[in-house]
């Protein structure tokens, strides 16, 4: 193969595709170049020399251009006369590379006296000990001793915050600015740097807040000595203390994959696993700090009943004996029809199957659903037919692949998703359409921004698919219900149409419509802000059929659902109108969660499981108070709890196992971190088949793989979902990390979930097109549009009870752009109200440089709900504003 | 009325005006930092690069945001950051790079002298050290009571052949004696 090299290293031959680095070469035959400013993940830069290497070539004769031969017909090798970092330098054919040659020890001896120049050599008291590349490539290459004067060591502050979550010690730096340039090619948050020279050189942060990125805890893993360390794990625990349990995060659709470094039933740490499929090695702070929760003290540790305005602890037994009769005589007297379930999105597949099935056959009513708060802001029905094929790789995919984003901020929603999209643009040049109402992050690594009117989506998606109808780029039109050239007779939705109602350029429409329809692969993502009508959900389905972009890998559509199991409680049927495996309910189903909320309705009794509809809206709070008999289990007495009859603790995350199925539809297990759970708590999958058992029901699960084998049996999407497939580990070759090379220390097994196909995939089945025209645009000119996004770190339960991160807990204040504040006069800090149907707001400013004009941000779930008062269900409305003058 | 109360009424009246200076200050703060002209010649520097490669321009607009008071807030450095769509992270580690941008209040003239070893061989140190003295500061330098020099030492400016020498700003001064040096003073004063 011409693009292939071979070579030699330490005489050992090694063939690896052109352009790789010497180091990267040496690695596949399992030899070790000590390195520390080279990662895998970034650009390499050669600062700290610890690579060294002497590195020659075939001398080659000028005249035959062939390699010249020696008295044994080898080929002569000339040796540069000076090292060579071997992270910076590609092969070449033919060259010789000594790695432990005796110049090249000596070498990486004297690159190492010089680093250790003003070190501290705190190895004991370090939190990196026991995993740091400097201290073992010390013990292992460095002389014992050193020639540098002890007094003229350099001394900076030992425990300096670098932002609120990341503490420097900066005498143990070595400049290597693998911080820095993390936070620069990868999270796009440049708010690192190195200040002053030589000796001097420091690394800064003046960002307001300090180091004010989502991925801060990352430069803690990659820094290869023990300068960054992460706040909650400084002292906590020496890292061969610790017992590595992998998990998955449950604070979004991600599902990263992470490890629990746990001690004496504390977890002490939480450590990215790889997984190049989902996360990399990489994690959000909100997964890797937001764990606290798990032992918060507000926990719920035993079963309580109600007595009067008070709760009394009672014993399980107690407890499932005075639901299931409560259960059973409600059912006897007021019929099924009045009983209901709600379950939220974080819990596990077992939980999930188990509870749909208690209310399908043991309660006998479809009156279920998950879509409460959040995951009511979101549904996705297009992942069943055109999600992205199975194998997709948003980490590999590059300028073959056309990435299409609606409506979403995938920095604040999906942070890991944010990296992985990003740099598909910006690192591997896949084409990147940003569109959205407002300005986001992701803007800045986009090819192409379309900035739309607020409502507008489903117009936009639309225009699309008939751009790419009009412009003869469509590849599969079977069954089309539009005429390919005469859109007379069905709605109209020409570029031209479609631009005075979006606010995008025709040209932009038709550009973007070819560049999506001609590039190889195409790949949609959509968000909360495309907003909540199906009719956008149709034409995206549409657009990736028409244009080939489905059932295939690096294909289809990806709904950024917002938690960590909103794809599996879609799986498992937690909707009143769909069995789990998305089988539709002949007879209509049940009541959906809004319904079952409603003023007036019907229900008399509640299981309530891991949601907490009473913080949503007041009507939700009365229906709930007024209900005969209701049932919460949960974490934590949330407001919902606090109106229940019955209230029951469930197992944390960290305290079970389980399955959750990512927003790829990936299922992956987690396993059980802490063994000894708080108080008294049962896993929810327990405590819904021990009601079950009490009501008379046969159910004899055990465990939670129980479970799934089950639903393995029942459910064919899940057929291979046994937990001994999810854990199998992978195949070798994407297994890369080293704690040298990549950061992540501790060994734990790399295993990569299994995704369930789509209908797409399967060759047999055709997936009928869908035409849901948009709903009407009721202002198509507004004042001012109040959007209420999802953003990290909201007043969520979990994260709200996770101590560590409570500075970063958005407050409530409304983004405005500067000509908008400018129109009302007002300055950063000051009040306004915000008003709409009757409901007035007051909250303060903070004007935004980058926001477009005519759009206000008070984000959702924050302390007191401002923003949901103001825009309801929805994601964005129309409001009115007026300063606050005293 | 008491001492006292009159004080504390002063205070107050002062704090009020304060409080409205400052407001109406942290609301063109966000807008603009640069005057009119500066803003000018920030469009003029700025036309020399490629519009996605706004960044190039950080060190004429660091000087340029320096020039009036021949030092640089945390205000003029995000303003840099802004016009240049840098991160003033970013900004700042140029700025610690580069010895001749300064974050602490200098005077209008920064006099530096260098006492490195040539230097010192030809009487810097003991120069530097009168001169100290005359304007009032401490052998470590400083800034004087008017706020118009800052002198302090620093290591070779590449003159060493002509010692005693010292950089006022970007200008050179070279083979000095106390009188030559005094007399530069004057004319800097004058100058205002
Ligand atoms: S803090 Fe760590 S990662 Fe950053 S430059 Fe220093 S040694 Fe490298
Ligand atoms: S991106 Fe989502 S799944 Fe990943 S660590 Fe962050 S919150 Fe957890
Ligand atoms: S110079 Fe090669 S690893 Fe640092
Ligand atoms: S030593 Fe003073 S100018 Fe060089």
Redesign the pocket.
Known sequence: MTNEITLTIDNIEVTVPQGTLIVEAAKKIGKEIPVFCYHGKLEPVGMCRMCLVEVGTPVIDQTTKQPTLDAHGKPIIRFAPKPVTACTTPVSPGMAVKVDSEAALADRKAVLEFLLTSHPLDCPVCDKGGECPLQDLTTRHAAGTSRFDYEDKQHFPKKYPLGDLIVLDMERCIICTRCVRFQNEIAHDPVLAIEERGRHAHIVSYSKPKFNS?YSGNTADICPVGALTTRDFRFGARSWELTNVPT?????????N?VLGTRHGEIKRVMPRQNELV?EIW??????F?HHFNGSPQRLTKPLVRDGEEFVETSWDEALKMIAENFASIKETNGAAAMGGIAGAHLSNEDLYLFQKFFREVIETHNLDHRVGLSAMLEDDTAYTVGVGVGTNLGQVGKETAILVVGSDLDQE????YLRVAAASFKRGAHLINAGGRRTKLDAQAKVTLRYRYGTAPYLAWGLVSAVVKQGLAKDLQGFPLNEDDFGGLPDYSATKVAAITGISVAEIEATAKAFASAPNGIVLFGLEAGHDPSLRAALETLVLITGHAGKPNNGIIAVLPQ?NSRGAADMGILPHRLPGYVPIASGGGLSAQEMLADGSPIKTMLIAGADPAVESETYRNTLSNLDFLVVQDLFLTETAKLASVVLPAKSVAERDGTFT?LERRVQAFEVGLPLAKGEAWADWLIIASIARHMGADWGYASADGVMAEITQLVPLYRYMKFENLVAPTALERKTAHYIYEGLSFTAEVREGLQWPTLAEDKTAKVPFRFIPPAEIQNPKPNLILVAPRV?YDDGRLLAESEVVKNHLVKPMVWLSRADAAKLGIADGEQVTMSRHGVAVTVPVQIHRLLNEGVAVLPRNLAGRLAEQLVGAGVYAEVEIQPVRN | MTKNTRRLLVLFIKNLIFLNVDRQFAYYNIITMWTQQEQQELTEILKKYPADRKMSAVLPALYLAQREKNWLADEDIEAVAEALDISPTHVHSVIGFYTLFRKEPTGKYLVQVCTDLPCALRGAEAFYQRLCQRLGLSPQGGTTADGLFTVEEVVCIAACDKAPCAQINLEYYENLTDEQMDGVIEQLRKQG
Request: glycine share 16%.
């Open positions: 989502h998955v995060c449950n604070h979004c659709g991600v599902g990263c992470m996360n994690l959000c702070d909100k997964g890797r937001g999906a942070p890991i998703l960590a990512n990290l």
